[in-house]
């Protein structure tokens, strides 16, 4: 492949420029029998606020979860700040915030707790002195400071996902890969959600945002990628707002139109089923645990 | 003074002395792993590994037997570790390759575990009455050898339960966040599977096989009707988990019951006691009793700015 002086594992580079934060190529994903993403490459650089668009079904949830490492890759390459995906990545760098989680029904967890996992990375497997307050820290970074002793199924949907982006910052993270974190969100937390995010890229933080629509957050993106049935299809100034919903092979997946809510689309881009099947459930269809609820 | 006679009699009865701290051990150690359980919807589990350590307890007889220990049981107890660790190790990774198939894959082990153990007790010369006392407990005959066994096994199963609860409870809350983050997701897998197969077995002589599960589980079901944190919830369920076992093996010391019998009913009846008083317990937190999120306007967006009224 091209990019092998990319993939020497061993040596660390003694390079004055700083690596990309995401360094992905050729990235292929198989889940069951469909090629959810079919060689995408994709470049963030350090500092840059990236958007990941796609319609329902076009891999981009598939591709984050894949360049963090929760979904295998087929084939392909990925290096997340300078260091292949794997232990050596510096995990403690790195911030995830997935698409909200539905209720959860298991034990009651309060959100300094759910905050305070997001402190364990790599080998660290115990929390670190004063965790306490450094998980205060991160809720206060998106207005729940108040809400620490709070129960997160009492909570409404915009303020879980606040938990865990919360969660996500609670490490002071250089790279924050978030998945959707405004769909199914209320107004007042898609607000919250865009002026934490416009503080943290003031400070230089490195972003990728997978979204449905720019909305609110169109001020901050400097490039979109726009994926379609698991290729990029776009790779530069953000499009025209209705572009991404213009494709002609675009209506099958997405027989809602425009009006769909955004609700509607949280439970789509889970990206381990199949698209057009479960469209129609509002909720995320969580599939990995057998238990009845 | 009678009843008090009655209670120094029952503490210095040697038998009595051991299944009392035996009870300790296990009130206290199966909540622990039974939270994370709860937490992960794997409520089932350790009823599951406690079918495939009974053909641990029968394989572990006929060894015994083939090798001439003296007591013919004597290495049943280790025999039902081995399977039930090897029964959890297989049943992680069933459930992490997340196949739909997996249900019937954990149906097979679990009633082959069963089946297996009556047909090798036959083959060890037994008969399947040797294994009532595994399935049911038989905590009165519990040895001074297995009283130690069982101390080793809960002090490990307390340090990994509770020296590691951040990343159990971070893999068990949310594991793609935890592979995510770099964390060892299958080693912090595999390490709650094999101590809920340890809990089992420890749990094995005072319940018995076959009510194992109720105590992992039962008392974290009391204890998360009236809390909203992980860390009390196990806290609240440990105390419990003790409560119930050394008030139902009491109980049997003057009553001719079945102790695992008899904690179980009573943990479930704490349960319908503090379900029903519940409104009354949790009402000292205002906060929760009222709207949860008097601050969020609408949840809703509607185009145009309306808001429609739930």
């Known amino acids: ?293 | 003074m009678n009843a008090l006679d009655e209670l120094v009699g029952m503490l210095s009865d040697p038998f009595m002395q051991r299944a009392l701290i035996a009870a300790v051990l296990v009130g206290v150690t199966a909540p622990v792993m039974g939270t994370y359980l709860v937490q992960r919807k794997l409520s089932l589990l350790g009823d599951g590994i406690g079918h495939v350590a009974l053909t641990g307890v029968a394989l572990g007889w006929l060894v015994g037997g083939a090798m001439g220990v003296v007591p013919d049981d004597a290495l049943a107890i280790p025999g039902a570790v081995v399977a039930a660790v090897i029964g959890s190790v297989i049943i992680e990774i069933v459930r992490e390759r997340g196949r739909t198939s997996g249900d019937v894959a954990l149906a097979l082990m679990f009633y082959g575990g069963i089946a297996g153990g009556v047909l090798l007790i036959g083959v060890a010369g037994g008969s399947s009455g040797n294994l009532m006392q595994y399935l049911f407990g038989s905590i009165s005959s519990v040895s001074p050898t297995d009283l130690w066994l069982t101390l080793i096994l809960g002090v490990l199963i307390l340090a990994v339960g509770m020296g590691l609860r951040a990343a159990l409870f971070a893999v068990s809350y949310d594991e793609e966040f935890s592979r995510a983050s770099g964390l060892p997701v299958r080693a912090l897998n595999i390490a709650i599977a094999v101590i809920a197969a340890l809990t089992v077995t420890v749990a094995m002589r005072v319940v018995g096989l076959l009510l194992v599960s109720a105590l992992m589980i039962v008392p974290v079901a009391i204890a998360q009707l009236v809390t909203i944190s992980f860390r009390r919830t196990m806290a609240l369920a440990m105390v419990i988990g003790v409560v119930v076992c050394v008030v139902g093996l009491s109980v049997t010391y003057w009553q001719t019951l079945s102790p695992g019998a008899t904690i179980v009913v009573l943990a479930i009846a704490l349960y319908a006691v503090v379900a029903v008083l519940r409104p009354v317990l949790v009402r000292r937190r205002p906060r929760t009793a009222h709207d949860p999120h008097p601050d969020i306007p609408d949840d809703v967006h509607v185009e145009g700015g309306e808001r429609c009224s739930a």
Not at chain 1, 18 to 37: C, F
Not at chain 1, 126 to 134: I, N
Not at chain 1, 166 to 181: G, H, Q, T, V, Y
Not at chain 1, 193 to 207: I, P
């Open chain 1, 1 to 293: 492949m091209s990019t092998s002086p990319l993939t020497s594992p061993d040596l660390p580079r003694a390079s004055s420029v700083e690596p990309p934060a995401i360094e992905a190529r050729g990235v292929h994903v198989r889940l069951g029998s469909s090629d959810i993403l079919r060689g995408v490459d994709l470049t963030v650089e350090r500092g840059e606020v990236v958007a990941l668009l796609g319609a329902n079904g076009s891999g981009k949830s598939t591709l984050v979860k894949s360049l963090v490492g929760i979904v295998p890759l087929a084939a392909g390459h990925v290096r997340l700040l300078g260091s292949d995906l794997g232990p050596r990545v510096p995990w403690a760098h790195l911030g995830y915030v997935p698409q909200r989680v539905s209720a959860q029904t298991g034990v009651p967890s309060t959100a300094e707790e759910v905050v305070a996992s997001g402190l364990l990375h790599g080998r660290r497997i115990r929390l670190p002195r004063g965790w306490r307050a450094t998980a205060r820290e991160a809720l206060d970074r998106v207005g729940l400071a108040d809400r620490a002793q709070s129960a997160v199924h009492e909570l409404s949907g915009g303020q879980q996902q606040r938990v865990l982006i919360a969660r996500a910052l609670a490490r002071s993270p250089e790279l924050l890969i978030l998945d959707e974190p405004v769909a199914g969100v209320d107004q007042p937390s898609q607000e919250a959600f865009a002026a934490t995010l416009t503080e943290l890229t003031r400070g230089g933080m490195t972003v990728l945002v997978v979204l449905h629509e720019l909305g609110a957050l169109a001020p901050l993106i400097q490039r979109c990628v726009v994926l379609r049935h698991g290729l990029v299809v776009h790779d530069g100034e953000p499009p025209h707002a209705t572009a991404a919903h213009a494709g002609p092979d675009h209506e099958h997946l997405h027989p809602h139109g425009d009006d769909a809510e955004h609700g509607a689309s949280a439970g789509i881009d889970m990206g381990l089923i199949d698209a057009p099947l479960t469209h129609h459930n509002p909720a995320p269809a969580r599939i990995d645990r057998g238990a009845a609820s």
